[in-house]
């Protein structure tokens, strides 16, 4: 259902949920009161679907139902709600309300009070999340997940909790409600994507998997994606905004273990690449991940014939395929360099970059770094590092900050000079006030002498 409604099916159910489906008995179709007229069950059905937030693409396949279906879910859903009413009569239902659970993780950040927070907010109806996220429910879980990120000191019980957290705010986005919640704060995405700084291979796949439905909400989803990638790039201190997804891919590689993140990090790559409209940016992107070796892992993970696992690596491949072709721009294999060699990054640049248009900026770079290399400070370096790092992400972007970016360094010197005439320009003015002042004294002072010596001539002459 929602966003994650054609996810994998899980290997084992909840212990909880479990327990209380084997306690609850079956009801059967001869025990119902008699069903009521087409239309009526119909208009019954879809109010029900409403009150439980049903997506749109959901929703369809619901209605399809056979009539006696519809009216045993109805019939249940009516059972749940009277036992709910018995419980509010008794005190009970409090237990269950979302302030209750909110409160219960503020209070005690353990496995157990969050995985029950997780079945909540995956069982409930949308009233019941709708009153989560009114009571704060969204911004206690995004604190607790920041909290246990950024401990530097972690448990196995921490990497349970941090996943728990991480499994409760998927299930809060599938449904409208959570999901507009979620994305209300662009924030909260670079959030979750900080959880990709991790070796555990259950906690990544949910993050991807998560990551990847992202990427598909509009407006901005994709866009979301791509600044938190970046954001994690400085947070784990990479060089590439994809650096870590590959450093995760390459590590599988080795580990049998993997299956499920190796397919989901892969259907996430295909979903960051695939979905821009613009076939161009979606060359780029591709760039960036051929730059990090792609392609030479794909065929490592060629050797492994999971079927989920070889239908992302031919959408991958015919994707890129289809995409060359269609501009005629084929992207080649970047050959593989050693980043720590300076004489082989210099030499694939200059292999790279010499006799094309673009070699008179290159050699001004070069010119310009040479005089920066008498300068021992590291604040120039690092800025220079910065600025290049995310101007190529920009232009990757095919964002018109790259353009204001490139037009406000080259516009410095002029607006340093502006900002030194205009101070000069105001403290002149301060000194011509002060002058006309001085001057008002003078006069002022001059004046009175004269009223002073007319009066004394006056005096003798009388």
Sequence with gaps: ???????KKKKEK????????????????????PMPPQDELNDMFSNLLT???????????????????????????????EEKKFKKSTGKEEENAPKTFIDRVTQELSLETVSQLRTALSSNPISWITEFVNHNGLTVLFQKL?????????????????????????ALMNNQIGLEAVLSEQHNIFKIAMSLNSSKWGLLTTVVELLAAVCLVPPNGHKYVLESLSFVREYAKQKSRFSILMSHLQ????????????????????????????IFFRIELRKEFAILGIRRMIEKLKSNKFPELQTQIEMFLEEWKSDEQETGEEIHDIPQRNENDPDEVFNYLKDNIIHTEYEKHFMSLLNSLCDA????????WSTIDALTTRTIELAANREEDAQSLLFLIQGQGESDRIKELETYVLRQKEELEELDKNISAVVKAATLKMNELTTIIKSTTG
């Design 1 to 7: 259902m929602g966003l994650f409604g054609k996810g």
């Design 14 to 33: 909840d212990k909880q949920t479990e327990t209380n489906e084997q306690s609850r008995p079956k009801i059967q179709m001869d025990s119902l009161p």
């Design 51 to 81: 009150e439980l937030g049903v997506p749109d693409s959901k929703r369809k396949q619901m209605e399809a139902l056979a009539n006696e279906r519809k009216w045993l879910l109805l019939f249940q859903h009516k059972s749940k709600e």
């Design 146 to 170: 920041e909290e246990v990120t950024k401990s530097s000191i972690k448990t196995d019980q921490d990497w349970n909790v941090q996943h728990e957290l991480i499994k409760c705010l998927k």
């Design 251 to 278: 590590r599988s590689t080795k580990d049998k273990s993997s299956l499920d993140f190796k397919v989901s990090v892969m259907m996430f790559i295909n979903t960051l690449v695939n979905s821009p409209d613009d």
């Design 373 to 380: 290399s008498y300068d021992t400070s590291l604040d120039i």
